[in-house]
């Protein structure tokens, strides 16, 4: 009788879902943007469900915020790049302006706005920015 061959059931032997997708950078395209993350959890759900449901919102919200910023502060296309981690979700935001972005102060007599980059700090564990002369990227890392 035949064997089936050992199977290493480890996350390392896994196919690690990603996703890479590329916008213009217009307003419609942060709609798009999150309709790509929500299709890369979807995929990644049914690799691995998320140890809390409220990762899969936060993941979604991030990205949001991300792609918005692209459109509001970068003139010209983003590219957004998902990958599964170990124990989480790696999303990188490449937009065209080298600019780094800083906390502003919250207005809501103005409209609002302001408090995007300190939610991404808050919900993710790691933010870093990595700047050049065609733009930059920027690295969240979420749990999953």
């Known amino acids: 009788m035949a064997r089936e061959p050992h199977r290493d059931r ?45 990762h899969w919102d936060d993941i979604l919200l991030v990205v949001t915020e991300l792609a918005a910023n692209a459109v509001q502060y970068a003139p010209g296309p983003f590219q957004l790049r998902l990958r599964r981690t170990f124990d989480g979700v790696h999303v990188v935001m490449h937009d065209t302006s080298s600019t780094e972005p800083a906390p502003r102060p919250f207005h809501p007599r103005s409209g609002g706005g302001g408090i995007g980059w300190h939610l991404i700090h808050t919900l993710c564990d790691q933010v870093s920015v990595v700047s050049d002369t065609r733009g930059k990227d920027i690295h969240v890392f979420l749990p999953w």
């Open 10 to 54: 480890t996350l390392a032997a896994e196919d690690i879902t990603s996703r890479i997708a590329s916008f213009p950078g217009e307003l419609h395209d942060v709609t798009d943007a999150r309709m790509v993350a929500e299709e890369f959890l979807f995929d990644l759900a049914r690799v691995a469900a998320p140890s809390a449901p409220e």
